[in-house]
């Protein structure tokens, strides 16, 4: 059973960067799924930040693409994501999560952070 | 970028009723890309329907899925207590991906 757990700093200052790792369980990383990052505002909906594959490829929300960077560590089995330049609005639980092979969805997720951006 | 459009907001039902949940997409989009979840507070989202209409692992028979183009359907067909949620559609393509705002589905 492939498991997810997002670790990182729940508290950054305004300006600064956030970061999170993904430790991912159960499985290889480099089986050939896409492994993304969602986050979720309180209260809010569903966005999704970006994802990435084993080999480092990349793609990102156009909307936050400027400050994300999301890598792969294969050794450790996890990747990661930096977001730089945080405000208030980037304030949200951020999950990771596994999208299935074919196209078949988000089909593992890592519990969740919550991240508060404050001074 | 694709925007999926959920509707409606809100529905307020009562356990055994049918509940019939809509997601347009702005442009038409892969059947083959398009799936659904639930999400329950302080929870995880969790993986109800793919590819429009394929029910993922251990999801029971009474939710479906349907649609193509820009129209997509989430049915249940009788509604169970542990049902009450939030939903969300998904679409992936053009190397992009994004989430509908979300139905939530209340008891009424």
């Known amino acids: 059973q492939v498991q997810l757990q997002e670790s990182g700093p729940g508290l950054v200052k305004p300006s600064g960067t956030l970061s999170l790792t993904c430790a991912v369980s159960g499985g290889s990383i480099s089986r050939g799924n896409w492994w993304s990052w969602v986050r979720q505002p309180p209260g809010k909906g569903l966005e999704w930040i970006g994802e990435?594959?084993?080999?480092?490829?990349?793609n990102y929300n156009p909307s936050l693409k400027s400050r994300v960077t999301i890598s792969v560590e294969k050794s450790k089995n996890q990747f990661s994501l930096k977001l730089s330049s945080v405000t208030a609005a980037d304030t949200a639980v951020y999950y990771c999560a596994r999208y299935g092979l074919s196209g078949r969805g988000f089909d593992y997720w890592g519990q969740g952070t919550l991240v508060t951006v404050s001074s | 970028e694709i925007v999926l459009t959920q509707s409606p907001g809100s529905l307020s039902l009562s356990p055994g009723e049918r509940a019939t949940l809509s997601c347009r997409a702005s442009q038409s989009i892969s059947s083959s890309y398009l799936a659904w979840y639930q999400q329950k507070p302080g929870q995880a989202p969790r993986l109800l329907i793919y590819g429009a209409s394929s029910r993922a692992t251990g999801i029971p028979d009474r939710f479906s899925g349907s649609g193509s183009g820009t129209d997509f359907t989430l049915t249940i067909s009788r509604l169970e207590p542990e049902d009450f949620a939030v939903y969300y559609c998904q679409q992936y393509g053009s190397s992009t991906l994004t989430f509908g705002g979300g139905t939530k589905v209340q008891i009424k």
């Open positions: 990435i594959f084993h080999s480092g490829s990349t």
